[in-house]
């Protein structure tokens, strides 16, 4: 069965330092995944997702992530946080496009930004 | 506004009680999914429908049941609830089964306390 984990519950970054979050899977197949990041009161929002190709994908934000087979992971970065970064972020996986499939969810990582 | 339409906002209920909770999707996509995020679970995939026809089911207690009408709008109706159904519920789509395109859309979720 597929599974996602974001080993870092809570992540605590200075405003303008670098960001990683992490993401490791767990799947048979190529997966197609996905970062979200989810605001206090607001739904989740897409950041980037890769399906295929090049294996460092950028996405809104200045965000990007880089898929690593040999590791199962797809690590979020960010070379510069803001304080409006601030939020909780989640990893996802789904399999090939196909109906009668879900995206499954990590736990999520909390991000909180210093001055 | 994401595109994804979720009612209401807020609900308080009694134990015992039924609710129904409302997602319209965004204009062109065919597949709904609902999800219950709560503080220890996470996001946990509950069901989804595919124009109209359910595709594919999770977590989703016997208590619950959904279903996804003609003008492709979808309902979540949760029965003899218990406390351990507060959560956040959130309704997502997409235009394909799997949500190839772009991913998901969320919607802002329903917060459902039970008390």
């Known amino acids: 069965a597929q599974s996602v984990t974001q080993p870092d519950i809570h992540i605590t970054v200075s405003e303008g330092a670098s960001l990683e979050l992490r993401c490791n899977y767990s799947?048979?197949?190529?997966?197609?995944l996905f970062w979200y990041v989810q605001s206090p009161g607001q739904g989740l929002q897409l950041l980037l997702k890769?399906?295929?190709?090049?294996?460092l994908v950028q996405g809104i934000k200045g965000f990007e992530a880089e898929f690593k087979r040999s590791q199962s992971s797809f690590n979020l970065r960010k070379p510069s946080v803001h304080w409006s970064d601030a939020a909780e972020y989640f990893c996802?996986?789904?399999?090939?496009?196909?109906?009668?499939?879900?995206?499954?969810f990590g736990k999520g990582t909390t991000l909180s930004v210093s001055s | 506004d994401s595109g994804v339409t979720q009612t209401p906002k807020h609900l308080i209920t009694a134990t015992g009680q039924r609710v129904t909770l409302r997602c319209s999707p965004r204009?062109?996509?065919?597949?709904v999914y609902w999800y219950q995020q709560s503080l220890d679970q996470g996001l946990q995939f509950l069901i989804q429908?595919?124009?109209?026809?359910?595709?594919a089911k999770g977590n989703i207690l016997e208590r619950f049941s959904a279903q996804q009408f003609p003008d492709l709008h979808s309902e979540l109706n949760l029965s003899s609830l218990e406390l351990g159904d507060s959560a956040l519920y959130f309704c997502?789509?997409?235009?394909?089964?799997?949500?190839?395109?772009?991913?998901?859309?969320f919607g802002s979720g329903t917060r459902l306390t039970v008390v």
């Open positions: 997502a789509s997409s235009l394909l089964g799997q949500g190839r395109i772009g991913g998901y859309t």
């Open positions: 799947y048979g197949a190529t997966p197609y």
């Open positions: 890769y399906f295929s190709g090049d294996t």
């Open positions: 996802a996986v789904g399999e090939e496009d196909q109906a009668g499939t879900a995206l499954i």
């Open positions: 204009s062109g996509d065919l597949s």
């Open positions: 429908y595919y124009n109209g026809e359910e595709r």
